[in-house]
């Protein structure tokens, strides 16, 4: 047998697939779940048929179509497939009996239909001999009608409703036997601009292209891009016209990240050039003022050292400062080595403790030893995580809990190390958890902000990834590094 398209899937639910199959008029429907038994099929269905409702309902596809019939629909796994890819599409030649024993030939397209009671496999059958011209372009309407994905609104010239899809139900809040035959005006009172793009469109013929709206789905928000056209008949003239809504949530939040990394790149550029700069002339001060102590020791001005040595440590500070503005354009001399993540770790532990200790924090420990070794500069690793540990720290004001995990698992297919810090503060203010890792974002009066961004910058750097959520109580910090 020839190797056929695969079935289109959509999703929907039961609910809303018996209203779409009643509503085409014209087209025989027969809906089969995977056992092959009948659960639903249209007017159109019955009449052609014959069979009463007591005769379809539950009955098994093998009553209704001849045997022959019957093995090309289960040998193309229509309704009896799970795997909706593979071998379907379309069917021509089947024959069925009506209830009068007539024989009835028809070509079945198949599409497969996620409900709430399984896969569900609707098939549109034409009776061979029908006018096979617009079928195409039926399938297709049908087709984006029942898909759960695209909101679609087909208006007739006088801007009566003529079908709406789910989606668009959705959107403007209406449900679909109330909303057909109505005027499209009366259901967007919420969308005043969308429907003054409609009318324009109705009136003036113009069309709407990616015209952009946010849409809340429950707590979510959603990003819509809506289109609109007229329809003309084969005279030019208009006829109706279709809105389409498409969800590209997804889409903006990538352009979003993309715009996001731009900035961050450019904030790291200007930062790691004046760093440049300023750390320079640094090194000059720091020369001259070594002299000066060191004079100022031999003579004997013990005051005069000390504010010397107070303005060196200044220095460092402004130093290490400096030194982590040039690590956020590209942290430099990496010393790639196969580091033991635990045993980072389990380095720091003594200087973690002790920065615990003092701030009434307790230290849990609950890393499993035996993990694979990761590419990385240790150094670096070890900055990392004091960072997080220490912001850990800083957000028990009063003490807590820190708790430190880690384990190596296989994610995607790859083994990853993964190390959890969690504390018990008060966790992330919610309007800062998007941008927690951008620099200079701090809440803490003498913060630079520049910690997490240091942090997700070595990171990314080694191939791995860094998060930050909001438990019940506090915040976790979660990073995993790819093992060699
Ligand atoms: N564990 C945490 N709990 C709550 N808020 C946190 C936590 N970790 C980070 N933050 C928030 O993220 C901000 C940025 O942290 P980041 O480490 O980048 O800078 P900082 O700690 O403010 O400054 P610095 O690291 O220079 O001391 C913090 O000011 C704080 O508001
Ligand atoms: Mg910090």
């Not at 450019?266 to 760093?275: C, D, F, N, P, T």
Request: net charge negative; proline share 4%; with cysteine.
């Amino acid at each position: 047998m020839n190797r056929i398209p695969p079935a289109p899937l959509v999703r929907l639910s039961l609910e809303a697939l018996d209203v779409h199959i009643n509503r085409l008029r014209d087209t025989m429907i027969l809906v089969l779940d995977e056992r092959g038994l009948i659960t639903n099929y249209n007017a159109c269905f019955q009449r052609r048929s014959g069979y009463s409702r007591q005769g379809l309902m539950g009955c098994g596809a093998e009553h209704i179509f001849e045997s022959q019939s019957f093995e090309q629909l289960v040998v193309a796994g229509y309704g009896f497939r799970r795997d909706p890819g593979e071998d379907a599409g379309t069917l021509s030649s089947l024959t069925l009996t009506g209830a009068d024993g007539t024989r009835i030939t028809v070509t079945a397209f198949v599409l497969h239909a996620e409900t709430e009671a399984g896969m569900q496999s609707v098939l549109m059958l034409r009776e061979l001999g029908e006018a096979s011209g617009p079928n195409l372009l039926e399938r297709l309407g049908e087709t984006m009608l029942m898909d759960e994905e695209t909101g679609v609104i087909l208006l007739r010239s006088d801007s009566r409703i003529m079908d709406i899809s789910q989606l668009a139900c959705q959107v403007l809040n209406v449900e679909a036997a109330s909303a057909l035959e109505e005027p499209v005006g009366g259901f967007f009172e919420q969308r005043g601009r969308e429907y003054e793009l409609i009318r324009h469109t109705l009136a003036e013929g113009v069309p709407v292209r990616n015209h952009p709206f946010t849409w809340l789905r429950g707590d979510e928000r959603r990003e819509m891009l809506m289109d609109v056209g007229l329809l003309r008949g084969p005279s030019g003239m208009a006829e109706g016209a279709y809105v389409i809504f498409k969800d590209v949530t997804n889409l903006r939040s990538l352009e979003q990240q993309v715009q996001r990394s731009d900035r961050l790149s450019m904030i790291g550029q200007i930062a790691a050039g004046a760093a440049h700069e300023i750390r320079n002339p640094l090194t000059a001060i720091r020369g001259f003022l070594q002299m000066f102590r060191k004079t100022m020791t031999d003579k004997g001005m013990v005051k005069e050292a000390g504010y010397t040595e107070i303005m060196l440590t200044e220095l460092d500070r402004i130093n290490s400062l400096v030194g982590e503005f040039l690590l956020l354009s590209k942290p430099k001399n990496i010393l790639y080595d196969h580091v033991d993540v635990v045993q980072v770790l389990q380095d720091l532990m003594p200087m973690i403790s002790s920065e615990a200790l003092l701030h009434n924090v307790v230290v849990d420990w609950a890393v499993e030893t035996g993990a694979k070794p990761v590419l990385a500069d240790r150094e670096m690793l070890k900055q990392v995580f004091l960072n997080i540990c220490k912001n850990g720290i800083e957000a028990m004001a009063n003490g807590g809990i820190l708790t430190i995990k880690g384990r190596c698992a296989i994610e995607e297919g790859r083994p990853m190390v993964t190390i959890e810090v969690q504390d018990t503060g008060d966790g992330i203010p919610e309007a800062m958890l998007e941008k927690i890792f951008d620099p200079f974002v701090t809440t803490k009066p003498s913060g630079t902000g520049l910690g997490l961004s240091v942090c997700q910058r070595i990171i990314h750097e080694f191939g791995g990834t860094i998060r930050a959520l909001n438990r019940k109580e506090g915040a976790l910090f979660i990073i995993a590094l790819p093992c060699i």
